[in-house]
């Protein structure tokens, strides 16, 4: 494996590493793990924060991703990858994740559903990033979405998958409910 997370100045346990997912690694994680469970980080929450240019929008016109933004708590998915085989994986997410530096790859305590507690990889959003988005109305974040796509699809087909995930997760009514609702009623 590539010394990526060590360059990032970050430590990871040598067994038993869990990635947190809050986007679009909920329902599309590529990357192989031994098992899935529903979990919660504190101190962040999920936010359409940054400007997606080459995923879910053009530099042209750019659409919004979810990041980890500060403060709060976000409910997702803890992943928890094989021991032997978790280096590929890694590369992978780093690959996937860092493309352009807008998040920062943290480990953070993650609670799972059974109230066990582990330490988790995830990626956090660089506030000090030119891609990261200011805080904007709901109204104009889902006009953003709904005219921004890019080579890996629309930028609603993005929202409107990852809230299918969090209502099969039993979380619903959040902000990005609203703006979901207002990209399949436009």
Not at 9 to 29: A, C, K, Q, R, T
Not at 93 to 118: F, H, N, T
Request: charged share 20%; glycine share 8%; with cysteine.
């Amino acid at each position: 494996m590539t010394n990526y997370f060590t360059n990032a100045n970050i430590e990871l346990p040598d067994h038993n590493l869990w990635v947190f997912g809050y986007g679009s690694l909920m329902w599309n994680p590529g990357f192989e793990y031994e098992e899935s469970r529903p979990a919660r980080i504190f101190g962040f929450h999920r936010r359409l924060c940054l400007w997606s240019k080459k995923y879910r929008g053009t530099s042209k016109k750019p659409g919004l991703v979810l990041g980890l933004a500060a403060g709060g708590s976000c409910k997702g998915v803890a992943f928890r990858l094989n021991d032997e085989t978790r280096n590929p994986e890694l590369d992978y997410l780093y690959e996937r994740e860092m493309i352009s530096d807008a998040y920062q790859p943290v480990v953070k305590s993650v609670y799972l559903k059974d109230e066990q507690v582990v330490p988790a990889l995830t990626f956090a959003s660089r506030t000090n990033h030119p891609q990261f988005a200011p805080v904007m109305s709901l109204e104009q974040t889902a006009k953003i979405i709904n005219c921004a796509s890019g080579p890996s699809g629309t930028n609603s087909e993005y929202v409107i998958n990852t809230v299918a995930h969090l209502d099969l997760m039993g979380i619903r009514g959040t902000d990005l409910h609203k703006i979901a609702d207002t990209l399949s009623s436009a």
